[in-house]
């Protein structure tokens, strides 16, 4: 059995719409979406359409329940004041035009969700199952054990950080499949995940060229910052 993970999608329909075709490709049984599907981007209304249109099964991230919820702040970790100003930046914009029906799309979005494929158990989050906004890394290895010590699930799918990453550790995989719409790895591709399922569980990170530079034109048509562009073409966060 063949599972796509997509996550962080922010309002980035181009990335999306090739990432879903490359998926195709690989002739996936099931897609699984760890959100945040919109913020950052130009394009929330037609990244939510995608996802109920292709039946995805989709978990809230952070900025879904921002902006289905009508929260004050997205839950990012901000720490200095660019951030603080793109954080309110991003909010206030894809508040203002993400339709009521997206919103309540949003608002009834699970923070968590078991799967069962061919006997093994895939559990699924966008944050952790301690908080819908914890970042971890794959670098944080005691933190890494505490999950696996902690869920019941053969897979682990986390998203948040956009940094992609795949451990296992105590006979259970941890994935993290990156970022669709906005990478912050310094690779400006579109990121996702596979997971084959046969004896073993095989995973892969995959990445995708797309349009950026027609992304970078539709945000530069709105009120959105244009660092946003800048970012997306780096692949990365900027100050």
């Known amino acids: ?86 954080s309110k930046n991003s909010l206030k914009w894809t508040s203002e035009n993400t339709t009521e029906e997206h919103k309540a799309f949003l608002r009834q979005l699970p923070e968590e969700q078991e799967y069962e494929c061919q006997e093994k158990i895939i559990y699924a989050t966008h944050g952790s199952p301690f908080a819908i906004n914890e970042y971890i890394y794959g670098h944080q290895e005691e933190r890494l054990q505490e999950l696996a010590e902690e869920v019941e699930a053969d897979i682990i799918l986390l998203g948040h950080t956009h940094m992609p990453f795949v451990k296992r550790i105590g006979g259970k995989t941890i994935m993290h499949p990156g970022s669709v719409g906005k990478p912050k790895d310094g690779d400006n591709r579109a990121g996702y995940g596979l997971i084959e399922i046969k004896e073993s569980i095989e995973c892969k990170l995959v990445r995708v060229s797309y349009d950026i530079n027609k992304v970078v034109e539709d945000i530069n048509q709105t009120s959105l910052l244009k660092e946003f562009g800048l970012m997306l073409s780096l692949g990365k966060m900027i100050e």
């Open 1 to 86: 059995m063949k599972i796509a993970v997509i996550s962080d999608i922010h309002g980035n329909i181009e990335a999306l719409n090739t990432v879903l075709e490359d998926i195709k490709v690989h002739n996936c049984d099931k897609i699984i979406c760890l959100g945040d599907l919109v913020g950052y981007g130009p394009h929330p209304n037609e990244v939510i359409e995608k996802i109920i249109e292709s039946k995805i099964s989709t978990i809230m991230g952070n900025y879904d329940e921002a902006v289905g919820f009508y929260l004050p702040h997205c839950g990012c970790n901000i720490d200095t004041e660019a951030r603080k100003r793109q």
